[in-house]
C-alpha cells in the first residue's frame, strides 16, 4: 500500500485526532484501538504537549505501539496512579474519546443497558465513570458502525453520559465549559455546532452523501450550506500510523479493512 492510498480506520484515526486540536497540556484518553491511535498521532504532530499514559501507570514521553512490544520499552516521564487520573478529570484537564453504544440527539450517551433498564435486552458495562467525565471535562465519541441502532430518535436508554438536554440538569444549566467536540464514525465527522447544540455534519467521507448519513440517524441532522470532504491522510501522518503508532496492523480488524466510501461489514 503506498501513501497515496488509505484504509477507512486510517481515515478515521486523522480526523479523530483533529479532536485534540488546540487542547494543548490535556491528558488525552482515547478509550478503544482507534481513539488511542488518534490521540498517539495528535501528540506527534500538531499537539506534542498532550498527556498520555497508554495504559501504563506512568505518563510517557511518546505514544506506546499497540500490539506486541518486540522490546520496547516506554519512555517513562512521570508517575501517574489513578488518584493524579482523577485530579486532572475533576479539573478539567482532560479529553477522552469514547465509544458509546447508543448516542442521541442531545448527545446523551449510553453504555450500560439495552432496552428497559429494569429488564435489560442487554446488559452491558454499566455506567463506569461516563456521569462525572461527561460533566468534568471535553469528551469526544467514536462511532465504528454509524446506524439507527447507535444513533437513535428519542433518548438513549439509558443516560450514562449527560449531554446538551438542559432537563436533565438542575435549574436546566449545563456545567461551565460543558462541552462534547467531535463524533467520527465510518461515514463521517460530527459536532454540534447547530442550534441549540443540534448535532450537524461537519464532513463528509469520500464517497459518502448527507442523505446516506441521515438515512442512518434516528433524528434530524443540521444540513450546513456547503459540507466538505473529510480529509485523506497525509503522507507523514500515514507513516506515523504505519510505522510508530501500529506497526502489526491491528487497525484492518476495526472495519475489515473497508476502504473510505464502504462500509464495515
Same mark, same amino acid.
Given at each position: 500500500m503506498s501513501t497515496h492510498d488509505y484504509t477507512l480506520a486510517e481515515l478515521c484515526i486523522t480526523a479523530a485526532a483533529e479532536a485534540w486540536r488546540g487542547d494543548g497540556e490535556v491528558l488525552a484518553t482515547g478509550i478503544g484501538l482507534v481513539p488511542r491511535l488518534a490521540a498517539g498521532l495528535a501528540k506527534?504532530?500538531?499537539n506534542p504537549a498532550l498527556m498520555i499514559t497508554d495504559a501504563e501507570a506512568h505518563l510517557v514521553a511518546e505514544p506506546v505501539p499497540v500490539g506486541p512490544r518486540n !522490546?520496547?520499552?516506554?519512555?517513562?516521564?512521570?508517575?501517574?496512579?489513578?488518584?493524579?487520573t482523577f485530579d486532572l478529570l475533576w479539573s478539567g484537564r482532560r479529553h477522552a474519546m469514547v465509544g458509546p453504544v447508543q448516542i442521541d440527539r442531545f448527545g446523551q450517551s449510553n453504555i450500560s443497558a439495552i432496552g428497559d433498564y429494569v429488564r435489560p435486552k442487554a446488559a452491558l458495562l454499566g455506567v463506569r465513570g461516563f456521569p462525572g467525565n461527561s460533566i468534568s471535562h471535553i469528551n469526544s465519541f467514536f462511532?465504528?458502525?454509524?446506524?439507527?441502532?447507535?444513533?437513535?430518535?428519542?433518548?438513549?436508554d439509558m443516560v450514562a453520559g449527560a449531554g446538551y438536554n438542559p432537563q436533565r440538569f438542575p435549574g436546566g444549566r449545563l456545567p461551565a465549559g460543558f462541552e462534547i467536540r467531535l463524533i467520527v464514525t465510518d461515514l463521517a465527522?460530527?459536532?454540534? !455546532?447547530?442550534?441549540?447544540?443540534?448535532?450537524r455534519v461537519r464532513s463528509l467521507h469520500p464517497g459518502i452523501s448527507f442523505e446516506q448519513v441521515q438515512d442512518n440517524t434516528g433524528f434530524s441532522l443540521v444540513l450546513p450550506a456547503s459540507i466538505p470532504v473529510t480529509p485523506a491522510p497525509g503522507a507523514d501522518a500515514l507513516r506515523l500510523i504505519r510505522e510508530r503508532l501500529d506497526p502489526h496492523g491491528q487497525r484492518a480488524s476495526v472495519f475489515k479493512g473497508n476502504p473510505p466510501g464502504q462500509r464495515a461489514a
Open positions: 506527534l504532530t500538531f !522490546g520496547y520499552e516506554p519512555i517513562i516521564e512521570a508517575w501517574m496512579p489513578y488518584s493524579r462511532v465504528p458502525n454509524h446506524s439507527t441502532r447507535a444513533f437513535v430518535p428519542g433518548e438513549v465527522v460530527l459536532d454540534f !455546532g447547530g442550534p441549540q447544540h443540534q448535532i
